[in-house]
């Protein structure tokens, strides 16, 4: 509760774990850094050839390449069929068992500002970003949830389904709500299932009365500010010179030191999980309801954190202004 203690809370070794997205960026780092840990893992995206190179880094990362297990599968996630086809496939895969852990990276940014941006645009975003977490989470949890026997025993007794969002759904910047929005979007289903996940594991605590899911589910999102990666590079080629100004104070991260920051909150057992000290102010200013990582720690960030942002947010807005005072509409604003 305090956030305390020395138990891994998220221990992969020997188990199975579906990266969606993984073949590039945050993905593939979390993918080789759980290879790492003795995960067998599945990556899932659409590019064959990114596929089968990062296989076979995984397979050269492995703590036990005799023993772990490497599998790729080409999907287009913002089809639902094809996430249910993803958890079959795994399953099949993985001798009948559904995956133990299921972490969703998908989706990519398209920075710039709401009424330049086409709306078949802001759609995709949604489509890319939201949608493929929610058509991923939806198959698994109907996967991991359908009812067991009392006399079934599985290998582990707490499955956990990952989502990745930003410090955007805390703070949105910006030149940013195509993808601010589907972000926010994770962040509210996030907090949703937290809550409606412990009816199944109320259920799974007494199993030995009657069928009841095969184990129990945590629930956690990791927020990350900027990820170098290719992604990235393609995000500020189009991204508004406003927008960059704004965000000057975060720093990028390397897709690896983003990987291992979170998996270390991971195990110990986080729910929102952020990768430096200026994501978690950030978070500190809109915890609302959301389950707390740490009482008394989190208590102490958001009180820190709303004294900051009584400067922070009027300051952004001040620039937005001066901005637009100086340098007139944007070019490709249409007129009235």
Same mark, same amino acid.
């Given at each position: ?11 992969? &070794?020997?188990?199975?774990? @579906? ?6 960026? !945050? ?30 880094? !995984? ?13 790729? @599968? ?51 975003? !949604? ?70 996940? &412990? ?25 990350? !500010? ?111």
């Amino acid at each position: 509760m305090f956030g305390l203690g020395s138990r891994n809370e998220f221990n992969v &070794e020997g188990q199975t774990v @579906i990266i969606t997205g993984g073949s590039d960026g !945050m993905g593939k780092a979390v993918a080789l850094q759980l290879s790492a840990k003795g995960a067998n893992v599945i990556i899932v995206a659409r590019t064959v050839s990114k596929l089968v190179a990062t296989v076979e880094e !995984m397979k050269a990362a492995a703590a036990n390449a005799y023993k772990q297990k490497f599998h790729y @599968i080409s999907a287009d996630l913002t089809d639902p069929l094809e996430c249910e086809r993803v958890i079959t496939e795994t399953t099949t895969w993985n001798s009948g068992a559904p995956p133990d852990v299921v972490w969703c990276c998908a989706g990519f940014s398209r920075p710039g500002y709401f009424i330049d941006v086409p709306i078949q645009e802001h759609r995709q975003q !949604m489509d890319t970003i939201y949608w493929t977490a929610a058509n991923t989470a939806h198959a698994t949890l109907r996967s991991w949830l359908t009812p067991v026997a009392p006399s079934v025993q599985m290998k582990t007794p707490r499955r956990h389904l990952i989502f990745t969002c930003s410090t955007l759904a805390f703070v949105p910047v910006a030149g940013y709500s195509p993808y601010s929005s589907a972000k926010a979007a994770i962040r509210s289903l996030s907090d949703t299932l937290s809550q409606e996940i &412990e009816m199944y594991n109320g259920a799974f605590s007494q199993r030995h009365r009657s069928s009841a899911p095969a184990a129990d589910v945590k629930i956690h999102t990791i927020f990350p !500010m900027g990820i170098l990666s290719p992604g990235f590079d393609n995000e500020q080629k189009i991204k508004p010179e406003l927008t960059k100004k704004l965000e000057e104070a975060d720093k990028p991260q390397s897709p690896a030191e983003v990987a291992k920051i979170s998996i270390s909150a991971l195990e110990r057992g986080e729910y929102l999980v952020t990768t430096n000290m200026i994501g978690a102010l950030m978070k500190g200013t809109s915890l609302g309801p959301s389950p707390r990582n740490s009482i008394v720690g989190d208590t102490l960030l958001s009180w820190l954190s709303s004294l900051v942002f009584l400067q922070v947010i009027p300051d952004l807005r001040s620039k937005a202004f001066n901005w637009g005072k100086k340098n007139g509409l944007p070019q490709s604003t249409p007129a009235s």
